[in-house]
Nanobody
């Protein structure tokens, strides 16, 4: 079992950047494929990126490709979401998720563990 805690959210102006972190504990982090999702109240959780256990492969949807980057540091048990050129539409709660021996999964149902999220607000 793994516990996940996100951090790094906040208020930023459009065009700015934020780096979210997700710290894992409780199990061998390098065994887990990781994902990032976001959610606005009243809407379904939306996939924004995934990374394999080794960090050698990543996948991001077109909505964030070229602006967001996902990475991980297995020595620090942490996965990151670097967000650049932020837009007001990026405003949401951001959640990290883990799946043991996972690959580049894109659906919420694929993941076994979730953090509680961190809020990102992008102002105009």
């Amino acid at each position: 079992q793994v516990q996940l805690v996100e951090s790094g959210g906040g208020l930023v102006q459009a065009g700015g950047s934020l780096r979210l972190s997700c710290a894992a504990s409780g199990d061998t982090f390098s065994s887990y494929g990781m994902g990032w999702f976001r959610q606005v109240p009243g809407r379904e959780r939306e996939f924004v990126g995934s990374i394999t256990w080794s960090g050698s492969h990543t996948y991001l949807p077109d909505s964030v490709k070229g602006r967001f980057t996902i990475s991980r540091d297995n020595a620090k048990n942490t996965v990151y979401l670097q967000m650049n050129m932020l837009k007001p539409d990026d405003t949401a709660g951001y959640y990290c998720a883990a799946k043991r021996f996972g690959q580049l999964h894109i659906t919420t149902a694929s993941y076994d563990y979730w953090g509680r999220g961190t809020q990102v607000t992008v102002s105009t």
